[in-house]
């Protein structure tokens, strides 16, 4: 959840070989083409940097949009995806450094990298580090660590954490080696004796800020001031190029300095002090300002730490390039009622806030809020004044105005980007105007993702901010998940034979909500939740599972014992012989059968939760992802650490799929032309390359539908493929949000699966016609028609698509499409429409989604259906608007 727009820089030890990103396909495994697209949420976390012209996304001001500059880093390099710190060069503008690592403790194996880009990040090479660095760890708001020299660009410094002190480049960027003169690698740590290793961690040198007036364009600045995470001995300064360092005589002490600025026309020092390394902390703080030629510091605080009024540090420093002497700062952290921003245009003589009290608990704002394009932002919150929903933010590290428009600024939130375009508003009296600014940026962490066969395409369990009902992958969702309102979905599923039931589980603070339950019901596809009771002891959300047709639940909370449901959770009852934290799943065809993998173990249900029992299979891995077929009882694909696993028979044995070395997850999408078998999608190991594959054949073979420039760091925590359309993949991420992907390639020739099962005698089934058009001449007005085609076909049952169009001169807003079965025919599921059957006629109208037709758009829907005897297509269809 914690991707970074601009974060921190970490390099080498004494001189340190590139590695070149190899871009190239490295697959031995056939691919498919394949275009890839956010499902756009616009934002989901924390953004603790922004630095204009560049980033770990790189703006586009054409399109108000973001590019994702780091897609390249896969599995191998998840970490490159916490980066620490961004630099761009002020000489040779399209140069562009990113030092990246996600966790310093025990759980991430991985050093961190220094990379850098000559074309804005479309490309980038690898200097490997001794050490790791902390995209995801405390302090990652401070700073900027990583910086280039504007005098002499061959030139950058970078503040390393951990005792690992200051670093410097003189080939931008290939080679490093540490300052040996620097003084101080700096000791804070919020915690240094926590034994998991996270709060321990140390920030340690945290930003670098150069005086370009020290000497001239083409040779190295002389003067530089640094930052260091030490409450006593944070500010240092060199007057000879790094040769020799002195703590800066007269500084403020006891706050830890989260940003530096230098305003080099005034020459003035601005830093911006908290009391802890943040980003969820802040109690007290200041703001000081240095006068470079006398050496005087003056506290400037908008309200100092010595008044009772202070609750909070400061962070989020920025100053206006374009009015010398104007700049913002920003509260680190006011949670209540919201952030502070505070504007000087005197120097931080004197200071405006955002807003102001009037008359508790009314306040007065210099700004207005306007979510339009992500309403979601609200977090469905209604609270009471001084609150307001929107908040204007929290966790506000970063606070940049655009160094060559003094109107806009972006700032990072806990959840997104903001920002304006009209900001000297302020100073006139006005309101300025605040909107997201994050579009293309995606940062969720997904948990896990459903692909119902009929309603909303993608509905999305996310950490942090719940999930989603995705009804237009391409537009942002209206609101996220409430009734109740998760932090985090750890999991979803629906009733295979009634998709509108839905299920989900979550997380939340219990003593925030003690009356809230951590499991919640949809009969409507995911449009309205309400929560069920919940047994004792739960905290966490664990694994829940519908059975096929929504009569019952099977529920496994983390810590808690497996327990089952019949209905919408109104009581819970324990389930016998499945081990606690148990991952569970639900047979897609027999509501009575539900599964749960533990140990190595695969424990089956036959009785509808009540009990289970181990099954004799033995090899598996000890975790992993689990999925059962649709269609086909018994059916189970389980990927883990080691392979990918196959069950015909519900998990009595499997057999291990050849040629797959490791696999994170599995899932199911709609069959390929003329094939029986859902087509499968595994985030999988196959000849050494860890990628996205599909195969259309049961497993037999795999095609490799990402590439070496799509591979979105450790994907696969969530994935599933589109029951409505072939070759739809939709993927999760660790920070990078929720991808769909679609092929780009020619269309896949027909072939003939073989009957699963040997001894069924196939049925004869005659010549079909590929599509049927009705015979309507289109006509002024309103009017629609409605083609069928026929789609996969199996002993006994058939699938089939209809396609509807808008015909007449004038937008429709409902249809209803009719034919008679010139056989026995009877449509047993459908999607996208009601169907309503009576002998051999059906009737259907549209869903609650689909009817407004603007003229000659089309819409669609789907179904599966039984028959005996013959299977011909209806002769004639009719449309008719409502």
Known sequence: MRKRLLVMFSIATVLLAVAVVRMSPVSAVASDPYAYKNVRIDGGGFVPGIIFIGGAYRWNQSSRSWTPLLDWAGWDRWGYNGVISLATDPVQTNRVY?????????WDPNNGAILRSTDRGANWQVTPLPFKLGGNMPGRGMGEALSVDPNNNSVLYFGAPNGNGLWRSTDFGATWARVASFPNAGDYAQDPNDPNGYLSHRPGVLWVTYDPRSSTRGTTTRTLYVGVADKQNSIYRSTDAGAT???????????????????????????????????????????????????????????????????????GLTIDRQRPGTLMVATQISWWPDV??????????????????????????????????NPWLT??????????????????????????????????????????????????GGQFTIRPMARGLEETAVLDLISPPSGAPLVSGLGDIGGFRHTNLDSVPSMLFTAPTFTSTT???????????????????????????????????????????????????????????????????????????????????????????????????????????????????????????????????????????????????????????????????????????????????????????????????????????????????????????????????????????YGRVYLGTNGRGILYGDRT?????????????????????????????????????????????????????????????????????????????????????????????????????????????????TTSFGFNGSYSGTNTPPATLTCTPT
């Open 245 to 315: 360092w002195t703590r800066l005589a007269g500084q403020p002490t006891g706050y830890l300095p989260h940003k530096g600025v230098l305003d080099t026309v005034n020459g003035n020092l601005y830093i911006a002090t908290s009391d802890t390394g943040g980003p969820y902390d802040g109690a007290k703080g200041d703001v000081w300002r240095y006068a470079t030629a006398t050496g005087t510091w003056t506290q400037i605080s908008p309200v100092p730490s010595s008044s009772a009024d202070d609750y909070f540090g400061y962070s």
């Open 340 to 373: 502070i921003f505070f504007r000087s245009t005197d120097s931080g003589a004197t200071w405006t806030r955002v807003w102001d009290f009037t008359s508790y608990p009314n306040r007065s704002f210099r700004y207005r809020m306007d979510i339009a394009e």
């Open 379 to 428: 977090f469905g919150g209604n609270p009471q004044p001084p609150e307001v929903t929107p908040k204007l933010g929290w966790m506000t590290e970063s606070l940049e105005i655009d160094p060559f428009d003094s109107n806009r600024m972006m700032y990072g939130t806990g959840a997104t980007i903001y920002g304006t375009e009209n900001l000297t508003q302020w100073d006139s």
């Open 98 to 106: 990113a030092a990246v690592g996600m966790y310093t403790n025990t």
């Open 491 to 725: 999991s979803l599923d629906y009733a295979e034979r009634t998709p509108s039931i839905m299920v989900r589980a979550g997380n939340f603070t219990d003593a925030d909500r003690p009356n809230d339950s951590h499991v919640a019901f949809s009969t409507d596809g995911g449009a309205n939740w309400f929560q069920g009771t919940e047994p004792g002891g739960v905290n966490e959300g664990g694994t829940v599972a519908a059975a096929d047709d929504g009569s019952r639940f099977v529920w496994a909370p983390k810590a808690v014992t497996p327990v089952y449901s019949v209905g919408y959770g109104n009581s819970w009852q324990q389930a016998a012989g499945l081990p606690t934290e148990a991952i569970v799943e639900s047979d897609r065809v027999n509501p009575m059968k539900f599964y749960g993998l533990s140990g190595g173990r695969l424990y089956v249900s036959t009785n509808g939760g009540q009990s289970f029992t181990a099954t004799a299979a033995t090899g598996l891995p000890t975790t992993g992802k689990f999925k059962a077929m649709p269609g086909r009882e018994g059916d189970l694909w389980l990927a883990g650490q080691g392979g990918l696993w196959h069950s015909t028979n519900s998990g009595t044995s499997f057999t291990k799929v050849a040629g797959i070395t490791n696999a994170v997850n599995v899932g199911f999408g709609r069959a390929a032309p003329g094939q029986t078998y859902l087509a499968l999608y595994a985030v999988a190991t196959i000849d050494g390359v860890t990628g996205l594959y599909r195969s259309d054949d049961a497993g037999a073979s795999w095609v490799r539908i990402n590439d070496d420039k799509h591979q979105w760091g450790n994907m696969g925590e969530a994935l599933t493929g589109d029951p409505r359309i």
């Open 745 to 857: 390639g020619g269309p896949v020739t027909p072939t003939v699966t073989p009957t699963v099962t040997p001894t069924v005698t196939p049925t004869v089934t005659p010549t079909v016609t590929p599509t049927v058009t009705p015979t309507i001449t289109p006509t002024p007005g309103r009017g629609c028609s409605a083609t069928y085609t026929p789609g996969n076909r199996w002993p006994g049952g058939f699938q089939a698509d209809v396609t509807v169009r808008n015909t007449g001169s004038s937008a429709i807003t409902g249809w209803r499409v009719t034919w008679t079965w010139p056989g026995n025919q009877q449509v047993t599921q459908m999607w996208g429409g009601t169907p309503t059957q009576t002998g051999a006629n059906l009737s259907v109208v549209n869903a609650g989604y689909n009817g407004n037709l603007a003229p000659n758009a």
